[in-house]
């Protein structure tokens, strides 16, 4: 089946940077949707940042201007690129591949960011 392959979490002080990837054994070219997803325990899981197959971009107030989020077709890899670090940015970060038709979506397994110092 599609795995996707997540890298790049961990700890990281207040205001630092961290880079997180995610690479599919499928060409992403064909899915619609590109999300980074993180869940904090306790809370739900929400939406992060998000990219579509025609590069528009979007991303939640509370990381706008700090996250980015990117992808390398070649390499059938997504990335998040995470500055200005907050506290509240602790959680587990998952990407996710979507396609309404044919329907099918894709999660990595998690990766843990923890932002303490």
């Known amino acids: 089946q599609v795995q996707l392959v997540e890298s790049g979490g961990g700890l990281v002080q207040p205001g630092g940077s961290l880079r997180l990837s995610c690479a599919a054994s499928v060409s992403i070219v064909g899915f619609y949707f590109m999300g980074w997803y993180r869940q904090a325990p306790g809370k739900q899981r929400e939406l992060v940042a998000s990219m579509t197959s025609t590069g528009d971009t979007n991303y939640a107030d509370y990381v706008k201007g700090r996250f980015t989020i990117s992808r390398d077709n070649a390499k059938n890899t997504m990335y998040l690129q995470m500055s200005s670090l907050k506290p509240e940015d602790t959680a587990v970060y998952y990407c996710?591949?979507?396609?309404?038709?044919?329907?099918?979506?894709?999660w990595g397994q998690g990766t843990q960011v923890t932002v303490s110092s």
């Open positions: 996710n591949l979507y396609n309404a038709w044919p329907r099918r979506e894709y």
